[in-house]
């Protein structure tokens, strides 16, 4: 995900296309990467035309190697911390009987299913060697879903409901399966040295710098279902089952990573999505034909540095572009810097390209410095282009030295400082999201850009379907709780939801919160719209919640248009289920 419970896929820019690697593509990748460090590394590559025996003995001396060198070790959590371990597969759904409340009649058939980080053998690890520490962050756990099943009883009309939770088996899943013990190095965080050679030895070991994901979010297209995180392809899933069913390439028309936010266009149906990765062309984008047959449309935006770019947005007639000054560059790792680097005084700037354009038709409006990975929405609005999204004023994402430290301290540190407020106004503005809207005028060139200021900082939003593209008034998000006794080591909880309702020029007419009972913290949270429904707001807002004082899971249904009053149905689970990303209701 980073100071926020999901995020972003800090890896995702440094991975590997999912097609098999060539010989040339493999040396020039890491040599330009890891000399003079690993010179030598490059000229040991698996190469494609040598006996099968004598690979297999290179790779079991690079494991001997790994074995004797490097010590996985167990990253502890803290009390606080105990719903982010990860769970063991239940193995088949299991019917869940115990409903507070009424499932509407009104709602619709499908299933809720929310994306995850739930980490192989027991957590996630850190490793020692004579290289110096690294360690996996929070985000980098192996995706796994997690389903409830909405079905209605023929000729009676009464509900049924169903649970059941399956890791996505992408190709690393299944090597570390495999293997029946850790195999990937750390190579995100940690000392430069030891980032540098988990970079190159697993690489070497397993033809990719990381593991491929899939943790982060689910999306639907043509009535296929996949999940995905920025750093490899989608993952076809079987929607009933849960199964992996592999890899979607467009038929073979997109290789590149894929965002873990496409979004559908407006009228026509296509999906538009992007790729970044960490040597030219770091961005691409492309729009899949609606049956998602066949690459409609793919362009090289010609970007000069890494931006990592977590979502995108569309308009009626436009794609969405957000080049903020968060990068990654593995060149840096060899100066003894950040894989990772928010550059405060850097450049940032929102475009706006037709639905077909090239890198010469984006028009580029310059914003403030700023990192933002979800956006709310965007639509036309006479000469203007509006942009909706999350906005803190300094990275989240947590590596060595950053200010996320200072939260680490306060977090492990006296019951009376644990207890406060955060008040530091800095870390607040500089680490917590506010909703932010940018008028880019496409006439003039004039960008007004203001912030909304509520209660509460918030994250994860979401609307209405129906409306992405479209002007909307209503959005969804994720209250943040602000007590530093739930912020640490980059991990945040969820103390419950926010409505906005929006007039003109973002002027916030209404604000309404539905907080969680003390000690319940949600997480995936998505609006389901009625299929009758007339207004923007007719829907419920779907949740997995998990109360840390009795270690019971449940999901809430709250009334979308009567808010702020106790959820219409409460679902007891009969699994717990750790906090997780982005969630989202699929019909059936």
Known sequence: MALRSYTFKVNCSIQRPSIPTKDEDLKASISSALKPFSRNLVHFP??????????????????AFVDLVFEFVDQPLLPSQSNFAPVEEIGES??????????????????????????????????KSIFGKSRHIWIEGEGMLHALYFTREKGRGTWNTFYNNKHTRTETFKMEIHRKKPGFLPAVEGDSPAILMAYALNLLRFGVENKYLSNTSIFEHSKKYYSIAENHLPQEIDIYSLETLGNWNVNGAWSRPFTSHPKKAPGSGELVTMGIYPRKPYFELGVISADGMKMV????????????????????????????????????????DSLIKYDKDGYARIGVMPRYGDANSVRWFGVQPSCVFHLINCFEDNDEVVVRGCKARESVLPRPGSKVKEFERFSKGSEETSSTKINNESLEESFFYRVCEWRLNMRTGEVKEKNVITNFFMEFPMINE?????????????????????????LVKYRGLAKLQFEEDVELIKVEYHMLPEGNFCSGTTFVPKSQGVDEDDGWLVTFTHNENTNVSQVYIVDAKNFATHPIATITLPSRVPYGFHGAFMPL
Do not use: W
């Open 46 to 63: 698996v190469v494609a035309d040598i006996p099968k025996v004598v690979k297999e003995t290179s790779i079991k001396l690079l494991d």
């Open 94 to 127: 299991f019917q869940v009987i115990t409903v507070e409340g009424e499932i509407p009649d009104d709602f619709p058939e499908g299933v809720y299913i929310r994306n995850g980080s739930n980490p192989l053998f027991g957590g996630l690890k850190s490793t």
């Open 297 to 336: 449309h793919k362009v090289d935006l010609k970007f000069n540095r890494c931006t990592l770019c977590h979502d995108i947005g569309v308009t009626q007639r436009y794609n969405v572009i957000m080049d903020f000054p968060l990068t990654i560059d593995i060149n840096r790792l060899i100066r003894g």
């Open 466 to 490: 129906k409306f992405i593209g479209l002007k909307n008034k209503f959005c969804y998000l994720q209250v943040v709780n602000n007590e530093v006794s739930s912020i640490s080591d980059g």
